[in-house]
């Protein structure tokens, strides 16, 4: 059995601009169960990272939680289990710091923005695991070195030593995926942690982070576009469109069976290597301005089966079956037809 | 000292000679040598050795992809080529544009569209490496390069539009409105709106600040761009837009890209010939799709093993050549073949001789002494 460990329901997330208001998170539901891998896909833009920095309360200003909850299970001081809601915590209080780093941690998308130019790899390694655990700095160094080492960075007892701007993309993408994994997180948040990494030591660090969850039962949120990672080790997926989850389900379903439009398109434009050239097909027409979000569906401008409705109905969350959920009118009317039918067959 | 290993500038003064009249660049014996430091007075206890002895063409017009693992040289090539590093050793050959007036270059500028000068109409060359200084700055318009890391090669202080025309503003270009068109042009183009000039780099997703990169390196018109995981951070939709926009800048003004990724199916796509690296070294170089159905390296096939097929039913049968053993060490590269540590081929020779990257034919490379008889396993055409 599984429990979830992180429940999310109507998160909404807006930055207050000079130019406006920018929903980029317009009402978020999911739920991340322990010992699962939960991956995040979605158009660029579309609010992966931004969501999963509330989990942590790190939204950067102007933006704000303007609503949602997010009940979060943990051991309490005491021992005994509680749940929290993180959206009611203040970023600065020392209950989440108390969370954040430790509980769930979180690899960022680009590895500069939350490494320091001044200080050694070391340095920064080490530190982490000296604000979360109880060790000797010999000892937080003899763990960092070896979780370098499990990273696959060649000779880690020497690139303790060095600055970050000396490594490469891939070398600092992986020194922050170390430090992110060193103090064993209940929860584990990968933004694009893979990006800069070949596909050799790509899958070494998917081994890793898969064998940290078997031993430790850490949850794993992956954000990636690369859906062939999401092939490899999601467990279920999770679909945004401009701020909202427009279909959830388990892996096989959701590559084998996608039923939202925005879903099916996507998987289209994969490009595949057995591919002749010149055949990449991206999702017509621009992502609508964040100010003037369209009515109806949210995805209505762009959408190839669209139908009347469309631009006037905003489509709810519709259960296919207990796995699998979508946002789509075309599924609503189909549920509602056949239930309309059901109802006709036993009246 | 560093000094002492820079060999490039002695024969700078002639005008060096392409071999080929196709290729833009020939680079010949590159090499970029990091110091590793160590001590209060900063002794030299070794090198590293990002890029060891490495030669390559680029043809002009084509896509030349650059492939390899993590840490073996890729961006220092790339670096190298657009002169942010003073290579240790190694020229590069690069053949000029025909002179550019002053005048030209504002006919140039005054329209939005793309114009490019006739490539074939040029034939003088010379040589990057030994450039200095103020003898780059006309280059700098024309070899451009799409930095891997958007965060920390955007200026945070300086807004997007401010961002994207800086190259504008520093080679003399004053007209305001102009700089606008043209960023807000160029925006549109990589799916961004117009609107966003105002903001600044923070304000903006991983995905959307790499495409103000790419709009910026398009700003100058160039003849060369050095696209370092430029499409990395990318959804697989936006992704295919600004990849079929890369492709339709190149068939209308002959640009030529050298293409940095991880992501072998967007090489697969993108890119005529594609080289692979491993430590420092090009260990094989191959047409189009004969790299991922005919390698001929045994790193060149650990890779295509690895590479995820995006359905989960397919996971099982994916047969992933793990590779075992130690991940070399650029300062303290292995002996013989440097990938002989971790190669399931190896024989006693490959411990003490290094391979030369020797011609198999049909252009294709490899560095391997038994590239001729080793049967090796393509990727999993999918
Ligand atoms: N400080 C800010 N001010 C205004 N808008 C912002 C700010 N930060 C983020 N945004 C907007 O919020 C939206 C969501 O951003 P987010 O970073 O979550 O996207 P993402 O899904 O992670 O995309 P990517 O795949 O490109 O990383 C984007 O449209 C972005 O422009
Ligand atoms: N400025 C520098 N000073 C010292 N060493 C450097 C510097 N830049 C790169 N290196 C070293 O040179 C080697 C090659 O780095 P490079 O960035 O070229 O790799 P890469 O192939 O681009 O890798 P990735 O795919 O991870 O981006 C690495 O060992 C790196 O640590
Ligand atoms: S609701 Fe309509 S517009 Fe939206 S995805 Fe479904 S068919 Fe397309
Ligand atoms: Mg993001
Ligand atoms: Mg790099």
Redesign the pocket.
């Known amino acids: 059995m599984t429990e979830p460990l992180l429940e999310v329901s109507d998160l909404k997330i807006h930055?207050f601009?000079d130019e406006g208001v920018?929903k980029?998170v317009e009402g978020v539901d999911l739920v991340i169960e322990r010992g699962k891998t939960l991956c995040l896909v979605?158009e660029?833009?579309?609010?992966?990272?931004?969501?999963s920095r509330a989990f942590m309360q790190i939204i950067?200003k102007?933006?704000k939680i303007v609503s949602g909850q997010m009940l979060f299970r943990r051991k309490s001081d005491d021992g005994t289990e509680e749940i929290i809601d993180l959206a009611k915590m203040d970023p600065k209080g020392y209950p989440i710091r108390q969370i954040r780093g430790k509980e769930i941690s979180m690899i960022f998308?680009e590895p500069m923005t939350s490494l320091s130019l001044m200080h050694t790899v070391g340095h920064q390694i080490t530190e982490m695991i000296r604000l979360h655990t109880d060790t000797t700095p010999t000892e937080a160094k003899v763990s960092a070195i070896k979780m370098l080492q499990r990273v696959g960075i060649p000779r880690p007892e020497r690139l303790i030593d060095e600055y970050p701007f000396r490594l490469s993309g891939g070398m600092r993408q992986r020194v922050m995926i170390a430090m992110a994994m060193s103090c064993n997180p209940t929860m584990l948040i990968a933004d694009?942690p893979t990006t800069a990494l070949d596909v050799t030591t790509q899958a070494q660090i998917l081994d890793l982070m898969l064998e940290l969850q078997h031993d430790y039962g850490m949850a794993l949120l992956f954000?990636t576009?690369d859906l062939g990672v999401v092939a490899e080790i999601a467990d279920d997926v999770a679909v945004?469109y401009l701020g909202r989850i427009v279909e959830r389900g388990d892996a096989d379903t959701v590559f084998n069976e996608p039923k939202h439009p925005y879903t099916q398109a996507l998987l289209r434009s994969i490009p595949k290597i057995a591919m002749q050239r010149d055949e990449l097909e991206p999702i017509k027409g621009m992502v609508p301005s964040?100010f003037r979000r369209p009515t109806g569906c949210q995805f209505h401008p762009r959408c190839a089966q669209r139908f009347n409705l469309c631009n006037q109905v905003e489509p709810a969350n519709t259960h296919l079956n207990e796995n699998h959920s979508v946002r789509c009118l075309l599924y609503e009317d189909a549920e509602a037809r056949t239930s309309n039918a059901e109802a006709a067959a036993h009246g | 000292m560093a000094n002492q290993l820079i060999e490039a500038g002695s024969n700078g003064h002639q005008q060096p000679a392409l071999n080929d009249s196709q290729n833009l660049v020939e680079a010949r014996g590159l090499k970029m040598y990091f110091p590793i430091t160590k001590g209060l007075f900063s002794r030299v206890v070794g090198y590293t050795k990002a890029v060891d002895d490495v030669s390559f063409d680029i043809r002009a017009g084509e896509t030349l992809g650059l492939v390899g693992e993590s840490g073996c040289g890729k961006t220092t090539v790339g670096r190298c080529l657009v002169r942010a590093y003073q290579p240790t050793a190694g020229e590069i050959i690069y053949r000029k544009a025909v002179d550019l007036t002053k005048d030209a270059q504002k006919r140039q500028f005054s329209s939005h569209g793309f114009k490019h000068n006739d490539p074939s109409s040029q034939d003088q060359t010379i040589d990057l490496a030994t450039l200095t200084g103020r003898q780059l700055s006309p280059f700098r318009h024309e070899v451009r390069m799409i930095f891997q890391d958007p965060y920390s090669s955007l200026n945070p202080r300086m807004t997007v539009f401010e961002n994207i025309t800086e190259a504008l503003r520093n080679s003399g270009m004053r007209s305001r409105r102009e700089m606008k068109e043209r960023a807000g042009y160029l925006l549109k183009r990589v799916g961004l709106r117009p609107e966003y000039m105002v903001?600044y780099p923070?304000?903006?997703?991983?995905?959307?600040r790499q495409r103000v990169v790419i709009a910026r390196a398009l700003v100058t018109n160039p003849r060369l761009i050095i696209a370092d995981e430029a499409v990395s951070?990318l959804?697989v939709s936006v992704r295919a837009q600004i990849l079929n926009l890369l492709e339709e800048l190149q068939s209308d003004f002959k640009l030529t890209y050298l293409f940095i990724s991880h992501d072998l199916s967007v090489i697969r796509h993108i890119c005529d010939r594609v080289i692979v690296m491993y430590v420092g070294k090009i260990v094989e170089v191959a047409e189009g799709l004969d790299i991922y159905t005919n390698p001929k390296h045994p790193y060149t096939e650990a890779l295509m093993s690895a590479v995820p097929v995006a359905n989960p039913r397919q996971r099982k049968q994916n047969q992933r050549i793990y590779l075992e053993g130690e991940v070399a060490d650029p300062s303290n590269p292995p002996s013989g073949c440097y990938f002989h540590p971790r190669c399931q081929y190896a024989k006693d020779q490959c411990k003490t001789e290094t391979p030369e990257l020797k011609d198999m034919g049909n252009g294709h490379f490899s560095a391997c002494h038994f590239a001729g008889e080793l049967n090796l396993r393509g990727a999993v055409m999918s």
């Open positions: 930055f601009t920018v980029a979605g660029s833009g579309c609010g992966k990272s931004v969501a950067r102007p933006g998308q694009e954000i576009h945004m964040p | 903001r923070h304000a903006f997703s991983g995905g959307e951070a959804d």
